[in-house]
């Protein structure tokens, strides 16, 4: 069963530290991976996606890894603004849009 | 704007109704989507349109008709609505982009069944 899992569920910062959020994929077969960040209220906007043959992808403060082998990717946040309260969502694809795997998403809250 | 619009933004209404949710795009994309976010922030996809053609359709029930009059439209009707159905709804539309298809969604429509 193709399965995405987040870790953590929740998250609080001060402004300016990093964190780093983690994904476990399951997909089966596995085409991309991409993190979505959603605002409250708003319908998700992506932020970055990476093939398996893509270790390291930047985005401006947003840095997003994969490890096709272990099957696990994580996006760090460099210098956290309050605007990066949101929640992170990872989502596995086989290729096609009928195959997304959503995480549950990792509410992330950056406080002064 | 170009954007992913969705009306109504909020709706409340009673177990039994029949209610409709619209949805536009103006970014001249072919496909459209509908999504379920329910409680446990999961996304879900519900259906999927090609140039006013159905593609996809996930397991839902069918109280649950989509229409699209054109590929700038997806609307979701949905009959003798259920507590279960109370969920954010989101539109989205894509277009490949490289190698890559990338969806676009709207803010969402927070529907309460009570």
């Known amino acids: 069963k193709n399965q995405v899992e987040q870790s953590p569920q929740s998250l609080i910062i001060l402004e300016g530290k990093n964190c780093t959020l983690q994904c476990n994929y399951t997909v089966s077969p596995f085409s991309n991976l991409r993190w979505y960040k959603q605002d409250t209220g708003r319908g998700p906007v992506s932020l970055t996606i990476?093939?398996?043959?893509?270790n390291t992808k930047s985005n401006g403060r947003y840095t997003a890894t994969l490890d096709a082998d272990t099957k696990q990717s994580s996006l760090h946040i460099t210098a956290s603004q309050l605007s990066d309260s949101a929640s992170y969502i990872c989502v596995a694809n086989t290729g096609t849009a009928s195959k997304l795997t959503f995480g549950t998403g990792t509410r992330l809250q950056v406080t002064l | 704007d170009t954007a992913v619009s969705q009306t109504p933004k909020y709706l409340v209404t009673q177990m039994g109704n029949d209610k409709s949710i619209k949805c536009e795009q103006n970014l001249g994309h072919d496909t459209m989507y509908w999504y379920k976010q329910d409680s446990k922030k999961f996304l879900k996809i519900m259906f999927s349109y090609n140039n006013k053609e159905l593609i996809i359709n996930e397991t839902v029930p069918n109280r649950f008709s989509p229409k699209s009059p054109d590929k700038a439209h997806l609307n979701l009707h949905i009959n003798s609505l259920e507590l279960g159905d109370s969920a954010v709804y989101f539109c989205a539309s894509s277009q490949v982009e490289g190698i890559f298809e990338t969806q676009y969604f709207g803010p969402g429509t927070r529907l309460l069944v009570l």
């Open positions: 990476m093939t398996f043959s893509e």
